[in-house]
């Protein structure tokens, strides 16, 4: 046994291991649970789009300095201090959230998410698919101008904070009476998420596309501007000619049928969406067997 415990010691001194205890070990812990959010907060921002070309940027000044251009590295060193204060305001609204979540209650609960991961099969279920395309319909008939924001991956919570709460299962008849004219609420976006309307009265971002026809009115660049900045899709109304429209990705299609909109759906629906809610010490999730 004694000759057990020299051969370790030896080969540990050999090795040169480093000192570890209990320290680093909660060092190491902390360390990947906020790289960890970081990536998180990326992924479920406008953020990502803009890490990418962040990367490339990065990628481009490796270059300039691997080459020895003195004059692009001059510029390179005087401009890191503008690009720090840049990525400040252009991450303005990501970054005051963060700290907005670091004074909530439920922070310290979400700290150790440990439980529940998974994936989502379907955006909304078929019965929330047909009361989006029945009412949008029954609008356009009625020409009530309608604009419905359907969250997928990216959060919209920035913007549901501009309007009123509401966290009502999805139905035609609330969507029709939401947006009925001289209403409390119809003025503004409707923000879905799953199967539920989280909110109503959003205030949306304007595209500032040009090619964008100058017959379209302030509801339909809203559409157009939420879906270049985050991956929702629109769904908008034209009050003027009743019109059904649909926005993705920055895209616009106009003139639609219930049908094609139905179809526009189905694809959005069957998208797989992870789920990141997790929990600790609650025992089994409601979806468990």
């Known amino acids: 046994m004694s000759r057990v415990q020299f051969w370790i010691t030896e080969l ?4 040169r291991l480093p000192h570890f205890d209990v320290t680093d070990a909660f060092e190491i812990l902390i360390l990947a649970y906020l790289v960890y959010r970081l990536l998180v907060w990326i992924k479920t921002t406008r953020a990502w789009t803009l890490l990418k070309g962040i990367i490339t940027i990065a990628f481009c000044v490796m270059l300039v300095y691997a080459l020895q251009m003195d004059t692009l590295i001059y510029i390179v060193n005087r401009g890191i201090s503008i690009a720090i204060i840049t990525a400040v305001v252009v991450f303005q609204p990501e970054l005051r959230r963060v700290l907005e979540q670091l004074g909530e209650k439920q922070f310290i609960s979400s700290l150790l998410p440990l439980q529940n991961v998974g994936a989502v099969e379907e955006l909304f279920s078929d019965k929330t698919l047909s009361e989006l ?3 949008s319909a ?3 008939k009625a020409k009530t101008g309608a604009l419905i924001v359907i969250m997928q991956n990216e959060t919209l919570e920035e913007y549901e904070r501009t309007g009123i709460k509401v966290d009502a ?3 035609s008849q609330l969507l029709i009476n939401i947006f009925e004219h001289n209403t409390p609420l119809h003025d503004g976006a409707v923000i879905m998420r799953g199967d539920r309307i989280t909110a109503a009265t959003c205030y949306l971002p304007l595209s500032d596309n040009m090619s964008l026809s100058k017959e379209l009115g302030t509801r339909h660049r809203a559409g157009v501007g939420i879906s270049e900045v985050t991956d929702s899709f629109t769904i908008i109304v034209s009050e003027e000619t009743g019109h059904i429209s649909a926005a993705y990705k920055g895209e616009l299609e106009r003139g639609m049928s219930p049908e094609r909109l139905r179809e526009r759906l189905t ?5 797989t969406v992870t789920a990141r809610k997790f ?3 609650k025992g089994r999730s409601k979806n468990g067997e």
Do not use: D, H
């Open 133 to 135: 395309v029945k009412a």
């Open 267 to 271: 694809a959005l629906q069957s998208k």
């Open 138 to 140: 029954e609008m356009g």
């Open 279 to 281: 929990k600790l010490w």
């Open 12 to 15: 540990i001194s050999v090795l």
């Open 169 to 171: 299962v999805v139905t």
